[in-house]
């Protein structure tokens, strides 16, 4: 299952959170020597965990981290407005029914591909499922051209928003990929996995 983690429910989630926050800046800083303001620490966090943010976090059976990927609504700031709106040729995308994905993240001591894969498959499934469930027909992201390709194997409508760009010594490209209304029912499909992935945890009230 991959749990949806809202705003008003991190704190059950906290240790899992923390965990994701660790795996990001061993791959994004540590590994592929992204140039984040986490230099330094063992967490990578942005401005852009902030209360808008939503999690989709995939857990083993003991609760550890195992991948992730982070979703912002596009009518708040988020990367390709702010950070990479030179990649997007008639600007970036913007509306209700738009919602970025930042930040896919598995953890890196995970070294069976395997693990990695249907992680990657379950997290693209739940992508699918949070789209329908809250009317988003579209999501922006910002990815290495090269890796277009992966984009397109999982079964992904995926639009060029601009040609691709060289920062910082690679090539980025700014990417959305439509959910169409039997994007999810095809995924389904395609994955041979019938019932949904995505779990809902309604955060505990506290007593008055």
Same mark, same amino acid.
């Given at each position: 299952?991959?749990? !949806?983690?809202?705003?008003?429910?991190? #704190?059950?989630? =906290?240790?899992?959170?923390?965990?994701?926050?660790?795996?990001?800046? @061993?791959?994004?800083?540590?590994?592929?020597?992204?140039?984040?303001p986490a230099r330094g620490s063992w !967490?990578?966090?942005?401005?852009?965990?902030?209360?808008?943010?939503?999690? !989709?976090? =995939?857990?083993?059976?003991?609760?550890?981290? @195992?991948?992730?990927?982070?979703l912002l609504p596009?009518?708040?700031?988020?990367?390709?407005?702010?950070? #990479? =709106?030179?990649?997007?040729?008639?600007? =970036?995308?913007?509306?209700?029914?738009?919602?970025?994905?930042?930040r896919l993240?598995?953890?890196?001591?995970?070294?069976?591909g395997t693990t990695m !894969?249907?992680?990657h498959r379950m997290l693209a499934l739940a992508l699918l499922e949070f789209?329908?469930?809250n009317g988003i027909t579209r999501y922006t992201l910002v990815a290495e051209a090269s890796r277009v390709p992966a984009l397109l194997s999982v079964g992904w409508s995926v639009v060029p928003l601009g040609l691709p760009t060289l920062c910082e010594g690679e090539q980025l490209q700014a990417l959305q990929i439509d959910v169409e209304?039997?994007?999810?029912?095809?995924?389904?499909?395609?994955l041979r996995i019938e019932k949904p992935v995505l779990r809902i945890v309604q955060p505990k009230r506290q007593a008055a």
């Open positions: 299952m991959i749990d !949806l983690v809202l705003p008003e429910a991190r #704190f059950g989630f =906290a240790g899992a959170l923390m965990q994701m926050h660790h795996d990001r800046k @061993q791959v994004f800083v540590d590994r592929f020597g992204w140039r984040l !967490l990578e966090v942005d401005e852009f965990d902030n209360d808008f943010a939503v999690y !989709l976090l =995939a857990r083993s059976d003991d609760g550890r981290h @195992q991948g992730s990927v982070r596009s009518t708040q700031p988020h990367m390709l407005q702010t950070l #990479f =709106a030179n990649l997007c040729r008639d600007g =970036a995308p913007i509306g209700e029914d738009v919602w970025e994905i930042s993240v598995t953890n890196p001591t995970d070294a069976q !894969l249907r992680v789209a329908t469930g209304p039997g994007s999810l029912m095809a995924m389904r499909r395609r």
